[in-house]
């Protein structure tokens, strides 16, 4: 009847004492190390200390709300890479998206299922303990990793920048989430020039793996994080003669093999509306619209906007944006709110030489200019992208 012993540690920080005391022994009985405490106080000591490989908190916590505890733990080394469990007794989707964004790993209602949850991300977890990756990268099983699509209706309106840049803002602050970057723009990518990629893999290698060949041990060892930029790339195709050649139905499996490995996966889609990317968009968890403050891009991106609607996209799965790339006022934002039909959650200033210049250097935007405003914007909106993605999955 009993699992194996194993040599995780679990702590359970729950302010309910009967209920703190049930999962001790729930966890006990299995054959877990474990500690366990109703004050959350002394859970973050206890967990300092001991570095438990897995910490079970119910975010109402009376001393310390649940949201602290996470970001303590989380910008701690000593606890940056433990698996952190959210088991509350009311479900709540605003504090499911906060908490998963500030690097919460699961969000469980107390229940039977999710107990019965805990226990199988254990098992998965104590496999991983001999892998190299943290085990705080735990992804859904059933879903895979986040995926999040960047999209615009014309070019040059700085997607692909901000696709990498946003991608490394999060890898910053998640290093505990393992990210990738895939670059769908045919018939040429940009993000492998931004970032500085000098591998071979890149999608049309990737396309021609087999399903067996296109394993998660496959795509890890393929290509490393980056250097500076904490993320892993699939590089687009760098000669459009090489577009050609692309085997375009791979790439859901290739999409899904990414989603499979890593816990974030970013798509740089361009402009591009197409029988491929429509499928991409539709099983998102969140669409990155990057639109600008002229009145060419703001219409068009009306009717990019027109036509996800009737193919069943709803506004929330949207995150809009006015990116700044050409420096003019234009449309102001509340107008361009008025033609897309959607509000525009942020806006990108107008940054000068200085993204092209980082571009050109293949340094992330928040290495070359750092106390500039626009490095905080991007770093504030990678956030708030990354939690209205994870609203979006619950
Ligand atoms: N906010 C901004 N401020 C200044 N330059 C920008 C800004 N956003 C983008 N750019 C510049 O605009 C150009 C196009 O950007 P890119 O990311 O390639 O756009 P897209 O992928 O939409 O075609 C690049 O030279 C980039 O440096
Ligand atoms: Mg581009």
Same mark, same amino acid.
């Given at each position: ?6 040599? !995780? ?20 009985? @299995? ?23 897995? $910490? ?17 733990? @989380? ?9 952190? $469990? ?85 890898? $910053? ?29 890149? !999608? ?64 740089? !889609? ?16 969140? $669409? ?94 990678? @956030? ?11």
């Amino acid at each position: 009847m009993q699992e194996p012993l194993t040599a !995780l540690s679990v702590l359970i920080t729950d302010p309910d004492p009967r209920s703190c005391q049930f999962l001790a022994n729930l966890f006990a009985k @299995r054959g877990y190390t474990v500690q366990s405490t109703t004050s959350a106080k002394e859970g973050y000591i206890l967990a300092l200390r001991d570095r438990p490989d897995v $910490i079970i908190f119910d975010p109402a916590l009376a001393d310390m709300p649940g949201l602290e505890l996470v970001r303590r733990l @989380r910008s701690d080394k000593r606890t940056s890479n433990a698996l952190l $469990i959210a088991l509350t007794g009311t479900s709540n989707v605003d504090e499911l998206g906060t908490l998963m964004a500030a690097g919460c790993n699961e969000y469980l209602v107390k229940s039977q299922e999710a107990i019965q949850r805990i226990f199988e991300i254990l098992t998965e977890s104590t496999g991983q303990m001999n892998e190299t990756r943290p085990i705080g990268a735990t992804k859904k099983k059933t879903l895979g990793g986040a995926l999040i699509v960047f999209l615009s209706a014309k070019g040059g309106t700085g997607t692909s920048s901000l696709c990498a840049n946003i991608a490394h803002a999060l890898s $910053i602050t998640h290093s505990e989430r393992e990210m990738a970057v895939i670059d769908l723009v045919l018939p040429i990518g940009s993000i492998g020039q931004i970032v500085g990629y000098q591998g071979e893999f890149n !999608l049309l290698e990737a396309a021609k793996k087999s399903a067996e060949e296109l394993t998660p041990d496959f795509l890890r060892r393929a290509v490393p994080p980056l250097d500076p930029w904490g993320f892993r790339l699939l590089a687009g195709i760098s000669d459009p003669e090489q577009s050609n050649a692309l085997d375009a139905s791979r790439i859901p499996t290739i999409i899904q093999t990414y989603r499979n490995t890593f816990d974030v996966v970013f798509v740089d !889609l361009g402009r591009s509306l197409s029988r491929i990317s429509l499928p991409i968009i539709q099983q998102s968890d969140l $669409i990155v619209m990057v639109t600008a403050s002229d009145m060419a891009t703001v219409s068009l991106t009306k009717i990019v906007w027109q036509y996800l609607q009737g193919k069943g996209i709803s506004p929330n799965q949207v995150y809009a944006l006015i990116n700044r790339a050409v420096g003019l006022e234009g449309v102001s934002k509340s107008d361009a709110e008025q033609i897309i039909g959607l509000p525009i959650q942020a806006t990108i200033p107008y940054m000068g030489a200085n993204l092209s210049l980082a571009n050109n250097q293949h340094l992330p935007i928040l290495r070359k200019i750092p106390t500039d405003t626009a490095a905080m914007m991007i770093d504030q909106v990678s @956030r708030q992208i990354l939690e209205t993605t994870y609203r979006n999955r619950a």
